[in-house]
């Protein structure tokens, strides 16, 4: 069995349990899910979700409660994590904004609420490195990611900007996986055959 944290600060969080279940299950795991409203949980975890949701209330909650520097040690470890549309916003280099002290595990720099202001949320199908068939991704005032570090691989784009990216042990998405009932990024973020696959430690 692989225990799996999700963030439950804020945000969609039952959306990503039962997601990550699935995507386990596809697999022939077993995941248990354990929700991190406080310290002391993520350190038992082997793969770790940070939802969408709102990002200034989920990075405020995540260091009052110690849990943000137990998430820089679960990626340090080498450990999956998986952070989606406000999770690519809190663990990335840099949002731009004094309200989300950032943790810096993804080297991007993100512009909150940037492609809402064209237009509020949209739906498409994206092409994902990885994957086989377009993802419907769910994109809901999605951060642009308007820089990536050099050791980021881009996974997706949608309009010329990335809105999928791995950086090591991590995957993180502009858009919403957790909100269709599609697994596929789930299963690439932890199941896929490479360094960062836990059935292969
Ligand atoms: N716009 C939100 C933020 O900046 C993120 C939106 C989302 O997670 N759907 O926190």
């Known amino acids: 069995t692989l225990v799996a944290g999700v963030v439950a600060v804020q945000g ?7 997601a990550v279940r699935r995507a386990g299950r596809a697999h022939g795991e077993d995941v248990e899910v354990r929700e991190i409203r406080e310290s002391g949980l993520v350190p038992d975890c082997d793969l770790l979700l ?9 990075s405020r909650l995540l260091h009052e409660e110690g849990i943000a520097t137990e998430i820089v040690a679960h990626v340090e470890a080498g450990k999956p994590m998986l952070a989606t549309c406000a ?10 904004d004094d309200r989300v002290d950032t943790l810096d595990l ?34 809901i005032r ?6 990536v570090g050099d050791d980021v691989a881009v996974l997706a784009t949608w309009d010329d900007r990335p809105v999928a990216v791995r950086d090591g042990p991590v995957v993180a998405t502009s858009f919403h996986p ?15 055959a490479d360094e960062a696959d836990p059935l292969a430690r």
Do not use: Y
């Open 12 to 18: 969609d969080v039952s959306e990503h349990a039962d």
């Open 50 to 58: 940070v939802p969408g949701g709102e990002s200034t209330t989920i």
């Open 87 to 96: 999770g690519l916003i809190v663990t990335s280099r840099d949002a731009k």
């Open 106 to 139: 993804v080297d991007v720099s993100v512009d909150r609420n940037a492609f809402g202001r064209q237009k509020d949320s949209f739906e498409a199908p994206l092409d994902v490195e990885g994957l086989d068939e377009p993802f419907p991704a769910v994109f």
């Open 142 to 147: 999605a951060p642009v990611i308007d820089e």
């Open 178 to 192: 957790e909100l269709t009932p599609d697994v596929r990024v789930h299963r690439l973020a932890f199941f896929a």
